[in-house]
Every structure is written in structure tokens, then in C-alpha cells.
């Protein structure tokens, strides 16, 4: 029977020390404050009484061997334990170049956070009584060496003979990709697809089969608590993306026997050199949206002509922002009916039409 207890979530924290940083201008996401952001989440968090804290990859900028140490360094430093996965960006070769580590590589700069002495890169603990954390890599690379998001045949055997033996234990999976779609026909969708689990029903089927309820995931960069028949795929936003959140979430009894699993979102509101900076980053989140949204309009399923989608693309310039905000409503879009349909379906609406906000508080029931 696992007790009641608290814990953390900070996503995509894509580290990059000032030597480090990558000057793209078109990217999303401010990596200028990644450090400064962790060590405000850092603060708050010293502060509570937290069992333990995950973080479902994309740790670093691009695998940087000096940002993983970095990492490794600060870590080592807090007051509760951590488990750490890879993301995408964290290995994105498999061997070692003048920029990033090799692909298995990863665990010897994590040893303390969840790898101990396994060479793979994925592992279980045990992280209280009647309580499993299991922690899968979906970072694979094809026959071309494109890497791809996917969990192998050999992990998801050995996910089925670890589960086979979880007896009356909460079991906690924590996995880069989502497993379930975060926005309309995101396993389809050309722009959305790569952040989706390739292989999500197999491991969906699996989870399933031996009752497990509860994914903590990352990767899109949004704030969204997806849920398909049975299974929670909660994923969090990045540390370095408007709006800079990161979640707080207690697992308790209540005095009828059920469940619960209470979540609470916090967002990083300034750093030093960012002192406003939930108003500077959704503004350089809008600054940058023009392309993005001209790619999204005139592919499937809109297929729009490139002027009427470069005319439409201005009035968006907020879109990716709610989304990534969680809870978002899209009720006053001026756009022909159908476009009008499209966009309102990526909002927080049940299906009954009435708004389901349960993006960044809610308490589940499990």
C-alpha cells in the first residue's frame, strides 16, 4: 500500500551554461535562463517537505558533455533525491562529437539520480515503501542514424517482467515522448508527430494490462494532462518555454479508501536579467511565430493557400502560447466556421462543450 507523499516535476530544462548557448533566431525557448530558472524552482522547492523530484529529459541544450556536468554537480547538491531520464536533445548521437556525449553514455553522468551501476538507460527503484518509479528511454536512432522517438523490444520486455513482479506498489513511469496525444491528432499530425511515442499503443497496452495509471512526460513544451482509458499522461512544460512552469504533487488516502493525486502548477515568474519575464517570453514566443504558423495552417488537414494562410497567421500570433499555458479557450478567433472548429478543438473543452481546465490544478482521481 503506498503511503501518502509529495513530489516535483520540472521539465526540459535544456541547461546551457553561457559559454554554451546556441544564438538561433527563430528558436522558442530562452535558454538564456535556464540556470537562473532552475535555481528559482530550486529555492521554492528546498522549502518544501518533497519525497522526491523527477525530471523527464531534455536536461541540457544538445547533450553538452560541460551542461550535463553542470547538472550533475547541482543535483548532487539537493536536499531529496532525483531521477532523471534522457531526452531527445541530451542524446542526440550515438557517438561522441566536438558538441554532444554518445548516446549511452548518459548514465555515467547520472549514477546518483536513478542509474546506479546500469549500463542501459532505463532503470527502476524503488523510491518509498509501495512505491516504484520505472524510467524508459525513448531516444532511438533508425537504420539511417535518424534519431526517433521509440521504446525497443528489448526494453518493453523487460518493462513486462518488471511490472510481472510489482505486488500491491503504486508504480510511476516516467518517459520523454507522450504516450497519449496532448492536441488533436497530434500521432498523425506532421508538425506534431515526432513528439509522440512511435510505438504508444504497444506500451499503452502493456501499462494497461498490469494497471498502470500514472506518466509523467515531456518534450512538447506544454502544460496538459491528457487521459485514455484508464491512464494519466501528464506532461509538463519546459523550465525554458513561456510559461516556465514546473509542478508540485501530492499522492494521498482520503478517509473513504480512494486515491488521489493532487497536482499543482507553479511558473518561474523572473530571473536577475528577466525580472518580468512571463510578459518578456510570451513575447518572444509571438515574435517568433509567424513561420510556425504558416507551416501549420498550410499543412493537413487546413491545406491553406500560402497567402490566405501569411494574411491569417498575425491574428494567431498568441496560439502557441495558451497552448503551452495549459487551459487554454480559443472562443473569440475570427476565422471562417471551419478554422473557427479547428482551433477550438486544441482548447480545454470537454465534450459536452463546457471548458474542462485541468491542465494545472487538479486532483485526480486514480
Same mark, same amino acid.
Given at each position: 500500500?503506498?503511503?501518502?507523499?509529495?513530489?516535483?516535476?520540472?521539465?526540459?530544462? %535544456?541547461?546551457?551554461?553561457?559559454?554554451?548557448?546556441?544564438?538561433?533566431?527563430?528558436?522558442?525557448?530562452?535558454?538564456?535562463?535556464?540556470?537562473?530558472?532552475?535555481?528559482?524552482?530550486?529555492e521554492?522547492?528546498?522549502?518544501?517537505?518533497?519525497?522526491?523530484?523527477?525530471?523527464?529529459?531534455?536536461?541540457?541544450? %544538445?547533450?553538452?558533455?560541460?551542461?550535463?556536468?553542470?547538472?550533475?554537480?547541482?543535483l548532487?547538491?539537493?536536499?531529496?533525491?532525483?531521477?532523471?531520464?534522457?531526452?531527445?536533445?541530451?542524446v542526440?548521437?550515438?557517438?561522441?562529437?566536438?558538441?554532444?556525449?554518445?548516446? *549511452?553514455?548518459?548514465?555515467?553522468?547520472?549514477?546518483?539520480?536513478?542509474?546506479?551501476?546500469?549500463?542501459n538507460?532505463?532503470?527502476?527503484?524503488?523510491?518509498?515503501?509501495?512505491?516504484?518509479?520505472?524510467?524508459?528511454?525513448?531516444?532511438?536512432?533508425?537504420?539511417?542514424?535518424?534519431?526517433?522517438?521509440?521504446?525497443?523490444?528489448?526494453?518493453?520486455?523487460?518493462?513486462?517482467?518488471?511490472?510481472?513482479?510489482?505486488?500491491?506498489?503504486?508504480?510511476?513511469?516516467?518517459?520523454?515522448?507522450?504516450?497519449?496525444? %496532448?492536441?488533436?491528432?497530434?500521432?498523425?499530425?506532421?508538425?506534431?508527430?515526432?513528439?509522440?511515442?512511435?510505438?504508444a499503443?504497444?506500451?499503452?497496452?502493456?501499462?494497461?494490462?498490469?494497471g498502470?495509471?500514472?506518466?509523467?512526460?515531456?518534450h512538447?513544451?506544454?502544460?496538459?494532462?491528457?487521459?485514455e482509458?484508464?491512464?494519466?499522461?501528464?506532461?509538463?512544460?519546459?523550465?525554458?518555454?513561456?510559461?516556465?512552469?514546473?509542478?508540485?504533487?501530492?499522492? *494521498?488516502?482520503?478517509?473513504?479508501?480512494?486515491?488521489?493525486?493532487?497536482?499543482?502548477?507553479?511558473?518561474?515568474?523572473?530571473?536577475?536579467?528577466?525580472?518580468?519575464?512571463?510578459?518578456?517570453? *510570451?513575447?518572444?514566443?509571438?515574435?517568433?511565430?509567424?513561420?510556425?504558423?504558416?507551416?501549420?495552417?498550410?499543412?493537413?488537414?487546413l491545406?491553406?493557400?500560402?497567402?490566405?494562410?501569411?494574411?491569417?497567421?498575425?491574428?494567431?500570433?498568441?496560439?502557441?502560447?495558451n497552448?503551452?499555458?495549459?487551459?487554454?479557450?480559443?472562443?473569440?478567433?475570427?476565422?471562417?466556421?471551419?478554422?473557427?472548429?479547428?482551433?477550438?478543438?486544441?482548447?480545454?473543452?470537454?465534450?459536452?462543450?463546457?471548458?474542462?481546465?485541468?491542465d494545472? %490544478?487538479?486532483?485526480?482521481l486514480?
Amino acid at each position: 500500500m503506498a503511503p501518502n507523499f509529495r513530489f516535483a516535476v520540472v521539465s526540459d530544462l %535544456h541547461i546551457a551554461l553561457p559559454e554554451t548557448i546556441w544564438h538561433h533566431p527563430s528558436r522558442f525557448h530562452l535558454v538564456e535562463v535556464s540556470i537562473p530558472a532552475l535555481e528559482s524552482v530550486f529555492e521554492h522547492l528546498t522549502q518544501l517537505d518533497l519525497d522526491f523530484l523527477l525530471l523527464p529529459g531534455d536536461l541540457t541544450q %544538445h547533450g553538452e558533455p560541460e551542461n550535463h556536468l553542470w547538472l550533475q554537480k547541482r543535483l548532487s547538491k539537493l536536499p531529496f533525491p532525483t531521477y532523471v531520464i534522457p531526452g531527445n536533445h541530451d542524446v542526440p548521437t550515438l557517438t561522441a562529437n566536438n558538441q554532444s556525449i554518445a548516446f *549511452r553514455d548518459f548514465p555515467e553522468y547520472y549514477r546518483k539520480f536513478g542509474y546506479g551501476d546500469s549500463q542501459n538507460l532505463y532503470y527502476t527503484r524503488t523510491l518509498l515503501s509501495g512505491v516504484r518509479l520505472i524510467a524508459l528511454n525513448s531516444n532511438m536512432f533508425n537504420d539511417q542514424g535518424q534519431q526517433i522517438g521509440r521504446v525497443d523490444a528489448e526494453q518493453l520486455h523487460w518493462l513486462e517482467a518488471t511490472l510481472a513482479t510489482v505486488k500491491d506498489e503504486l508504480v510511476l513511469l516516467m518517459i520523454h515522448h507522450n504516450i497519449i496525444e %496532448h492536441i488533436p491528432h497530434q500521432a498523425r499530425h506532421p508538425m506534431a508527430q515526432r513528439y509522440m511515442l512511435e510505438n504508444a499503443p504497444q506500451l499503452l497496452e502493456i501499462l494497461r494490462r498490469y494497471g498502470v495509471k500514472l506518466v509523467f512526460t515531456g518534450h512538447l513544451h506544454v502544460q496538459d494532462i491528457a487521459y485514455e482509458d484508464g491512464i494519466y499522461d501528464i506532461t509538463t512544460g519546459s523550465l525554458v518555454s513561456y510559461p516556465h512552469p514546473y509542478r508540485v504533487m501530492e499522492y *494521498r488516502q482520503d478517509n473513504y479508501g480512494r486515491h488521489w493525486l493532487q497536482v499543482q502548477s507553479y511558473r518561474v515568474e523572473s530571473t536577475p536579467d528577466f525580472p518580468r519575464l512571463q510578459a518578456y517570453s *510570451r513575447k518572444w514566443m509571438g515574435d517568433r511565430s509567424f513561420p510556425f504558423l504558416v507551416k501549420l495552417l498550410t499543412l493537413p488537414p487546413l491545406n491553406l493557400p500560402i497567402s490566405q494562410a501569411e494574411a491569417l497567421a498575425p491574428s494567431l500570433r498568441e496560439f502557441w502560447a495558451n497552448i503551452a499555458n495549459g487551459d487554454a479557450l480559443f472562443t473569440d478567433f475570427t476565422a471562417p466556421v471551419h478554422l473557427q472548429n479547428y482551433f477550438q478543438a486544441y482548447g480545454a473543452i470537454a465534450p459536452d462543450g463546457t471548458p474542462n481546465l485541468i491542465d494545472n %490544478h487538479i486532483s485526480l482521481l486514480l
